[in-house]
């Protein structure tokens, strides 16, 4: 008889995105497997992988499917791999869950061939209802849960946010090491939630809805016996997915960064041998905050910049400003910290004003690792709330859209989603890849810091550089053009698919260079990097 008097395991496969590991299944596996049932992740990224996952299922024959709805506009993928199980045969207990799933669980349970969601954090009701399903009991009741129940939806009573992070067993990570340039990596948490509360953002919404508190932080000495842990396994660098790593006041920050750095020092591993990739707020960048983050070891710092534009930051929930942009960059220069950034161009009411004060922030910074993006909707946010209060939302909870009130950024947006969709909007962008090798260069100025190093830092600064310029370029072009009095939408068509064309000619090497630095990074990291028992 297994753990509480049950009298089977539940053997359950967990399917979703695997680009970075996904920290989210490996913390539900673990916790199943602490509970006494079997775990096992299958990589399910896009469309396209749906008959190898139900391959694997089948394969695997688990009693439970739980499939990751993570991302808004990846619902269709999941509801189309949710239907194929069930095609191919799967009967046994279907749920999902995710920030998606916790908003949508109405709507995934009319429309999906799911059993039961799973709202808000996922380890104590996941298995709870492992528990249940291996005792052979009814799913109803549990908390946290939404389930069917005669052709209807029932929800659950809430179960609140864990209190204590420390008390969750740490994600059951892959075995083979993910790499980049050739250096093994590990993806942490040492928080979850975030204090602040932008309108357009899934992780203030999800802790909100789920009764708070809107953030937690881990003890120093756990998140320092992981790193060692993960360290000893051979991981050199880590990626902190924290949302709010850098905290809102400098003090708090400086005694949190100041305790990891103590803990993990403590515990024999030195900035040397060890390096971090943080986020933070432009606002929360000061002198002593930097010089704790270099301390401790951080090399890449991804900075909420999202806009140039003080109307634009407001309208987003921002708490910072267009001058702390500046600031926060000029210093992260000064400290030897790359920082990276993304630019939400466009909102339900930019203007072309907006996105010109934007572009010109671009324009100054072509040397770092940037992308742009439109402002998408994501349910339970404020800016969902606001659309839909103005009768603007358009499409349904598959993936939500809009028509800015502005018809030229509108028309802007369109010319670029022709002419820069490769390079800027889709998931593989360039780039999205430059902002990567950018960080791939980093870990070899660190690790191997001699001459073929800065040979091969300048390649990749020539490329982000040039590719930065020339992406400005367009912008600039296709803001002119959306600017034009007068605008016919056949010239405008013609017009941006002759722009769409020439970039891509522009791009075509660039594409290739960025697929020889990071292999050769790759490789040669790997001859390099001595083994860890070594
Ligand atoms: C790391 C990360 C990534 C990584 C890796 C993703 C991965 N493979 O896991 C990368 C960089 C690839 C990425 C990319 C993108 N991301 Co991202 N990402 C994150 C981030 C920061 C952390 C995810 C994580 O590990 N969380 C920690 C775990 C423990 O928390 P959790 O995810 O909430 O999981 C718990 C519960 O939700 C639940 N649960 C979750 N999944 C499941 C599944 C089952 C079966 C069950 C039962 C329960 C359950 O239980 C979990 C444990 O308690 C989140 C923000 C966040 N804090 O979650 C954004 C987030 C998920 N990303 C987001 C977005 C928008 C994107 C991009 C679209 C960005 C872009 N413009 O390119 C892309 C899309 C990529 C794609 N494949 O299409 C949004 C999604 C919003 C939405 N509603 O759609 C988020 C929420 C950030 C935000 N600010 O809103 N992302
Ligand atoms: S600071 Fe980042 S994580 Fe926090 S609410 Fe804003 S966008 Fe979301």
């Not at 694997?56 to 269709?76: E, L, R, T, Y």
């Not at 909420?304 to 634009?312: D, N, Q, T």
């Not at 324009?363 to 209060?389: F, M």
Request: some cysteine.
């Amino acid at each position: 008889m297994g753990p509480a008097g049950r009298v089977s395991a539940s053997h359950v496969v967990l399917l979703g995105p695997n680009q970075q590991e996904n920290l989210a299944l490996q913390y539900l596996a673990a916790a199943a497997r602490q509970a006494g049932h079997e775990a096992q992740l299958v990589g399910f990224n896009c469309r396209s992988d749906t008959a190898n996952a139900v391959r694997a299922v089948a394969g695997i024959g688990p009693d439970v499917v739980g499939i990751a709805m993570q991302f808004q506009h990846s619902i269709d993928d999941g509801l189309a791999l949710a239907r194929a199980l069930r095609g191919a045969g799967f009967t046994g207990h279907l749920t999902c869950g995710g920030h998606v799933a916790t908003f949508c669980y109405a709507e995934l349970l009319r429309d999906g061939a799911f059993d039961s969601v799973v709202r808000h954090e996922g380890e104590s009701t996941f298995t709870e209802l492992l528990d249940a399903l291996s005792a052979g009991k009814s799913v109803a009741g549990i908390a946290g849960l939404a389930w069917r129940e005669h052709d209807g939806v029932v929800l659950g009573l809430p179960r609140p946010l864990v209190r204590d992070l420390d008390s969750l067993p740490w994600p059951e990570r892959q075995p083979v090491p993910y790499l980049v340039a050739g250096i093994p990596i590990a993806f942490l948490l040492t928080s979850r939630g975030c204090t602040e509360t932008c309108s357009y953002c899934s992780i203030s919404a999800f802790s909100r809805d789920a009764s708070g508190p809107a953030f937690r932080l881990r003890a120093p000495g756990p998140v320092a016996d992981e790193v060692k842990h993960l360290y000893d396994r051979g991981a050199r660098a880590f990626f902190v997915q924290d949302d709010l790593f850098v905290l809102g006041s400098e003090s708090a920050t400086l005694a949190r960064v100041m305790a990891l750095t103590k803990a993990i020092r403590l515990r024999g591993v030195s900035p040397d041998s060890a390096v971090f990739w943080v986020k933070g707020r432009p606002d929360s960048v000061s002198v002593p905050v930097l010089e704790a983050l270099r301390t401790m070891g951080t090399l890449h710092l991804f900075l909420g910049v999202e806009s140039a534009s003080a109307e634009r930051l407001a309208y987003l929930g921002r708490s910072h400003r267009p001058e702390d942009n500046q600031r926060a960059i000029a210093l992260c220069r000064e400290h030897g910290i790359v920082p990276s950034f993304n630019l939400m161009l466009f909102d339900p009411d930019c203007s072309l004003e907006h996105i010109g004060e934007t572009i010109d922030f671009a324009r100054q910074h072509p040397d770092l690792p940037w992308n742009v993006c439109r402002t998408e909707i994501y349910s339970g946010t404020p800016l969902y709330g606001r659309l839909k209060a103005e009768g603007r939302l358009q499409g349904d909870y598959r993936s939500y859209g809009y028509r800015m009130s502005d018809e030229r950024a509108e028309m802007m947006f369109r010319i670029l989603r022709v002419c820069l969709h490769e390079r800027a909007f889709a998931f593989d962008s360039l780039l999205n890849r430059l902002i990567s090798l950018s960080f791939a260069r980093q870990l070899h100025e660190h690790f191997f810091p001699d001459l073929a190093t800065l040979q091969l830092s300048r390649e990749v600064l020539d490329l982000v550089r040039a590719v930065h310029v020339d992406t400005v370029d367009i912008l600039d072009e296709s803001r002119a053009l959306a600017s034009e009095p007068r605008l016919d939408p056949h010239v405008v068509r013609q017009r941006a698919v002759e722009m769409a064309l020439a970039a891509s000619r522009r791009a075509l090497t660039w594409y290739s260079e960025v697929d020889r630095l990071w292999n050769h990074l790759h490789v040669r990291g790997r001859s390099l990097l001595p083994s860890p028992a070594s």
